[in-house]
C-alpha cells in the first residue's frame, strides 16, 4: 500500500470519528435546544394573544380595543362624552380612531393625565382619528399628553372656536405633528373668518415646528387677511397647504419673507376668486423663485369674471413660472355670455372688454351719492352752527324784535260794516 493510501485511510478513519462523537453531542444537547423553543414559541403566542385581545368587546359592540390601537366606529354609547373609553386605552396605544359618535366635548387631558403622573403620557401614540363626532367643545388642555403623535384629524366636527375664547394652547406640545386636517372642523356660521381669526392667534403661540400637511378647507371662511396668513409662517416645516372649498374672494399671501420656505403645494380651488390681485400673483412669484419647492397651486373651480378687471391676472397666467393649473381656469362669466365656461388662456386681451353701457349709470350713482353726502355735510355743519352760537343768535334774534313797527288796528266810521283796518 502506498504512503499516499495510508494517509487517506487515517484521515477518513479521524473524519468518521469526530463525525460520530458530534453526533453524540447533539444528541445530549437537542433536548435542552427542544425546551428552549417550545418556550420562545409559548412567549411569542403569549404576545400575540395579549396583543389582540379585545378589552371592549363587553361594553362596547362597535370597537375594538387591543394594546396597539383603539378603533371605534359609530358607537352609540359613545354619546355624551368618552369617559368610559378610558380604562380600554392602553399605555402602548398607537392609534386610536372614534368616528361616527356624538360625545361633544373632549375632556382635559382625554389623551392620559401627564400633568400629574408622567407615566401615563402616551409615548407610542402616532394617529389619532377624532373625525364625524359632533365636537362642540375641545379644552386647551385636551392634546397634551400626547407628545410623539404624527397625525392628528379632526375634521367633520362643529367646534365652536371663537375669539371670545381666551385657550390658545389647543395644539401646543405636539411638536412632532406631520399632518393636521381640520376640514369642515369648525361650527357652521354664515361667516367663518372669525375661526380664521382665533386660529391666526393658536398658530402663533403653537410648537407645530415638524407639521408639513394642513388643511382647512370647507370652513366658510372668507377673508384671507394679511395678519391670518403670516400666522401661518409659524409653520416652519409646512409642506402642503389646503384652503379650498370656502368663500375666499380675494386671498392674501403672507408678506414675511421667511415664509413658506418648504411649500410644495397650494390649494385654493373651488371658492370665490374672481380676479387675482398684484399683489398675489407678486408674493406667488417669489416663494416660487426664491425657495424652488413650490410643486402645485391649484386654482380651478373658481368664477373667474372675464372682463377687463382680468387682465393682469390673464397676464400673470402667460407669463409665470409658477405650477398654476392653468389650464383647467374657466370663466364664469364674462363681457359676453359666449365665455361662459371658456378657459382663461383660449381668450384673448382683445376679449377682455367691459361693458361702457353701464358707465353712465355707474356715473350716475355716483354723482348721487356724492350729492347727498354734501347735502348731509351742509345740513351737520348748518346745525352744529346754530347749537353752537345759540345764544348770540338768541341775543340778536331780540334786538331785532325790538326793532321792528307795532301794528295797530282802529275802528273807521262810515262802512257799512265794522272793518279792522291796519294803520302803521
Known amino acids: 500500500m502506498s504512503e499516499l493510501a495510508i494517509y487517506k485511510r487515517s484521515f477518513t478513519e ?123 367643545r375641545v379644552h386647551g388642555k385636551t392634546l397634551h399628553c400626547m407628545p410623539n403623535t404624527e397625525t392628528l384629524i379632526m375634521r367633520d366636527n362643529q367646534w365652536a372656536i371663537d375669539r371670545k375664547d381666551q385657550q390658545l394652547g389647543y395644539f401646543t406640545s405636539l411638536g412632532k405633528l406631520k399632518v393636521l386636517d381640520l376640514t369642515n372642523t369648525f361650527e357652521d356660521v354664515t361667516d367663518g373668518t372669525i375661526h380664521f381669526y382665533k386660529l391666526a392667534r393658536i398658530f402663533n403661540e403653537t410648537d407645530m415646528k415638524q407639521l408639513e400637511e394642513l388643511s382647512l378647507a370647507q370652513n366658510e371662511f372668507i377673508v384671507l387677511s394679511k395678519t391670518a396668513a403670516n400666522s401661518l409662517c409659524q409653520l416652519t416645516n409646512l409642506k402642503s397647504l389646503n384652503l379650498s372649498h370656502n368663500y375666499f374672494m380675494e386671498p392674501s399671501m403672507p408678506d414675511d419673507p421667511n415664509c413658506f ?37 391649484r386654482l380651478q373651480d373658481n368664477p373667474f369674471n372675464c372682463d377687463c378687471g382680468l387682465l393682469h391676472t390673464w397676464n400673470w397666467l402667460n407669463s409665470t413660472k409658477v405650477p398654476v393649473d392653468k389650464t383647467e381656469l374657466r370663466c364664469a362669466n364674462g363681457y359676453h355670455s359666449s365665455y361662459i365656461g371658456r378657459r382663461l388662456l383660449d381668450l384673448s386681451p382683445a376679449d377682455l372688454l367691459c361693458d361702457q353701457s ?67
Not at 354723482?367 to 347727498?372: F, K, N, P, S
Not at 321792528?404 to 265794522?418: C, E, I, L, R, T
Request: net charge positive.
Open 14 to 136: 479521524v473524519f468518521i470519528q469526530v463525525k460520530m462523537a458530534t453526533l453524540r453531542q447533539v444528541r445530549r444537547v437537542q433536548p435542552v435546544f427542544c425546551y428552549f423553543r417550545w418556550i420562545f414559541a409559548l412567549c411569542c403566542l403569549i404576545v400575540v394573544q395579549c396583543r389582540s385581545q379585545d378589552y371592549c368587546k363587553d361594553d362596547f359592540a362597535r370597537c375594538i380595543c387591543t394594546q396597539d390601537e383603539v378603533v371605534c366606529r359609530n358607537e352609540t354609547r359613545l354619546i355624551v362624552d368618552l369617559v368610559a373609553l378610558y380604562p380600554k386605552i392602553k399605555d402602548h396605544v398607537k392609534s386610536i380612531i372614534v368616528t361616527g359618535s356624538t360625545f361633544r366635548e373632549l375632556h382635559v387631558n382625554f389623551f392620559g393625565s401627564c400633568n400629574s403622573a408622567s407615566d401615563l403620557v402616551l409615548n407610542e401614540l402616532k394617529y389619532v382619528d377624532l373625525s364625524n363626532n359632533k365636537i362642540e
Open 261 to 297: 420656505t418648504h411649500l410644495e403645494t397650494l390649494d385654493l380651488s373651488s371658492n370665490h376668486i374672481d380676479y387675482l390681485s398684484e399683489e398675489f400673483t407678486t408674493e406667488m412669484d417669489d416663494v416660487y423663485n426664491k425657495y424652488n419647492t413650490l410643486a402645485s397651486v
Open 358 to 424: 353701464a358707465l353712465p349709470a355707474t356715473h350716475s350713482a355716483a354723482t348721487t351719492v356724492i350729492l347727498m353726502l354734501i347735502f348731509v355735510i351742509i345740513v351737520v355743519t348748518v346745525v352744529g352752527f346754530i347749537i353752537m352760537n345759540r345764544t348770540k343768535l338768541r341775543y340778536c334774534l331780540t334786538n331785532w324784535k325790538k326793532k321792528m313797527p307795532k301794528v295797530q288796528f282802529n275802528s273807521k266810521q262810515g262802512y257799512s260794516s265794522v272793518q279792522e283796518v291796519a294803520t302803521i
